[in-house]
């Protein structure tokens, strides 16, 4: 089964935001209380992977279907190239940013809450 950019990209979110609370847990000096955090990062992780995917087709899905009812021409190519550029790296920016967010957000909770 062939799994496209964007679902896969998103789908590392499920993987990466664990370990990013799990670290910055760990990191903040939280000690035996980091394994609370990594199912909290779990649960952001499956979050950013089930919510934010149809933004991410929406947005790239208005550029590509716009720009095949184009006569296919050098405009057309220009037209898709931001679109493109979009669907490659937006789900990047996303995942990025949740796993940044889950790390810091573990670290501020472990040296201002506990």
């Not at 799994?3 to 993987?15: L, P």
């Not at 550029?63 to 898709?80: D, E, F, H, N, R």
Request: with cysteine.
């Amino acid at each position: 089964m062939a799994v496209n950019h964007a679902d896969g990209t998103m789908f590392t979110s499920v993987i990466f935001c664990p370990i990013a609370a799990g670290v910055g847990a760990a990191h903040a000096g939280a000690g035996w209380i980091t394994f609370i955090f990594i199912p909290v990062g779990l649960a952001v992780g499956y979050g950013i992977f089930r919510f934010c995917r149809k933004p991410v087709y929406s947005i790239t899905g208005f550029g590509m279907s716009y720009a095949t009812k184009m006569p296919k021409s050098l405009i057309q190519q220009v037209v898709i190239v931001p679109f493109f550029l979009m669907y490659m790296f937006l789900p990047l920016v996303i995942v990025w940013g949740g796993v940044f967010g889950i790390w810091a957000g573990s670290i501020w909770v472990v040296r201002h809450v506990l």
